[in-house]
């Protein structure tokens, strides 16, 4: 059972930094992290989780949502089974639950997997 385990949220003023990471563990049948792309999550109260980051398995490619572009970056160390979010210039609607998705493609379509999210405030 493949399980996601993130870390690093927490109280930061505006324009201020975090990092968090999420560390997965569990893979059998043949899957090893790197067979996975992973991504980044968040989801503010009253609000519709929405895709932040997302990073290739090889980590070649990366994609932002437009809201945090320029601020946050997605990176992955697969041999440590690793992926992290650098958050630069924190904003006040950056405030959400972060969650870490791993993704698994098929022919046919995908697998996703999620940790429990971890809380991420931007407050003065």
């Known amino acids: 059972q493949v399980q996601l385990v993130e870390s690093g949220g927490g109280l930061v003023q505006p324009g201020g930094s975090l990092r968090l990471s999420c560390a997965a563990s569990?893979?059998?049948?043949?899957?090893?992290?790197?067979?996975?792309?992973m991504g980044w999550y968040r989801q503010a109260p009253g609000k519709e989780r929405e895709l932040v980051a997302e990073i290739t398995n090889t980590g070649g490619s990366t994609n932002y949502a437009d809201s945090v572009k320029g601020r946050f970056t997605i990176s992955r160390d697969n041999a440590k089974n690793m992926v992290f979010l650098q958050m630069n210039n924190l904003k006040p609607e950056d405030t959400a639950v972060y969650y870490c998705?791993?993704?698994?493609?098929?022919?046919?379509?995908?697998?996703?997997?999620w940790g429990q999210g971890t809380q991420v405030t931007v407050s003065s």
């Open positions: 569990g893979f059998t049948s043949g899957f090893t992290f790197s067979s996975y792309a």
């Open positions: 998705n791993a993704r698994l493609y098929f022919e046919l379509g995908y697998e996703d997997l």
